[in-house]
């Protein structure tokens, strides 16, 4: 496709279900990362990927949240047992290249899936 | 990563030139400044990067001063479509760096008619 994808683009889950977050990145692109954005508030990193490889999950906030890129394009967020304080929008972004948050390498975001948690 | 502020909401008019200034005192050497612009219901988009002096492309133009110490994003002759959070980064290219970018709240800029 032409840019990131994110599915679903809304998910209203009961507190205590498990969520599936899928995100498919543009094709081609090594790096792929997760954020989380809480209303009102600039996204938060959570983890990041070059290829399969997950090389910073620094940022998950429990261990009820799993990331995962098996073949190195699609991945999936699951996050257990979910609480209210989960509620945000997941935002996936790639990028071309290896990862810096300098010069190049832009990243591309997608347009979120809203998770709401009652 | 070097901690940047800004405004937290600017208004301005069509057709008007906004400046939005941002403050990074302790921006590091190898730092880069970037902003990333940001509609509702979609994710970030980056705008422009930079990282001395003045930065230009088809959409804004960045200017670093000599310090590095600010920025400032320039939107030329706003239009409505302009409104928006807008986010100033700044990251640096260190191999131990996995490229994750650091948002603080960003501007929000209302443009009205």
Redesign the interface.
């Not at chain 1, 990131?4 to 090594?30: E, F, M």
């Not at chain 1, 945000?88 to 832009?106: H, I, K, P, R």
């Not at chain 2, 110490?69 to 002759?77: C, E, G, Y």
């Given at each position: 496709g032409a840019g990131?994808s994110q599915s679903p683009r809304y998910k209203v889950a009961k507190r205590g279900q498990d969520v599936a977050l899928r995100c498919d990145p543009i094709s081609g692109h090594v790096?792929l990362?997760w954020?989380q954005q809480a209303l009102?508030?600039?996204?938060?990193?959570l983890t990041?990927f070059q290829n399969e490889a997950q090389?910073?999950k620094s940022?998950l906030p429990s261990d009820r949240f799993f990331a995962e890129r098996p073949e190195g394009s699609v991945s999936t967020l699951k996050i257990q047992r979910t609480q209210q304080e989960d509620s945000a929008v997941y935002?996936?972004?790639s990028?071309l290249g290896?990862?810096?948050?300098?010069?190049?390498?832009?990243?591309?975001?997608?347009?979120?899936t809203r998770l709401t948690v009652l | 990563?070097a901690k940047t502020t800004q405004p937290i909401s600017m208004d301005s008019y069509e057709g008007q030139e906004v400046n939005i200034t941002c403050s990074h005192n302790n921006i590091a050497t190898?730092?880069?400044i970037?902003w990333y612009q940001q509609f509702p219901?979609?994710?970030?988009?980056?705008i422009i990067?930079g990282?001395k002096t003045k930065v230009t492309n088809e959409v804004a133009s960045l200017f670093i001063p000599a310090d590095r110490k600010s920025s400032t994003l320039s939107l030329p002759r706003v239009s409505l479509s302009d409104t928006a959070?807008y986010?100033c980064?700044v990251?640096?290219?260190?191999p131990s760096?996995?490229?994750?970018?650091?948002?603080?709240?960003?501007t929000t800029l209302q443009v009205k008619p």
């Amino acid at each position: 496709g032409a840019g990131v994808s994110q599915s679903p683009r809304y998910k209203v889950a009961k507190r205590g279900q498990d969520v599936a977050l899928r995100c498919d990145p543009i094709s081609g692109h090594v790096s792929l990362f997760w954020y989380q954005q809480a209303l009102g508030q600039g996204p938060e990193f959570l983890t990041y990927f070059q290829n399969e490889a997950q090389l910073d999950k620094s940022g998950l906030p429990s261990d009820r949240f799993f990331a995962e890129r098996p073949e190195g394009s699609v991945s999936t967020l699951k996050i257990q047992r979910t609480q209210q304080e989960d509620s945000a929008v997941y935002l996936c972004a790639s990028s071309l290249g290896l990862a810096t948050s300098g010069g190049g390498n832009e990243q591309f975001f997608g347009p979120g899936t809203r998770l709401t948690v009652l | 990563l070097a901690k940047t502020t800004q405004p937290i909401s600017m208004d301005s008019y069509e057709g008007q030139e906004v400046n939005i200034t941002c403050s990074h005192n302790n921006i590091a050497t190898n730092d880069y400044i970037t902003w990333y612009q940001q509609f509702p219901s979609q994710g970030p988009r980056f705008i422009i990067q930079g990282y001395k002096t003045k930065v230009t492309n088809e959409v804004a133009s960045l200017f670093i001063p000599a310090d590095r110490k600010s920025s400032t994003l320039s939107l030329p002759r706003v239009s409505l479509s302009d409104t928006a959070v807008y986010y100033c980064l700044v990251g640096d290219k260190h191999p131990s760096n996995t490229g994750k970018l650091i948002f603080g709240q960003g501007t929000t800029l209302q443009v009205k008619p």
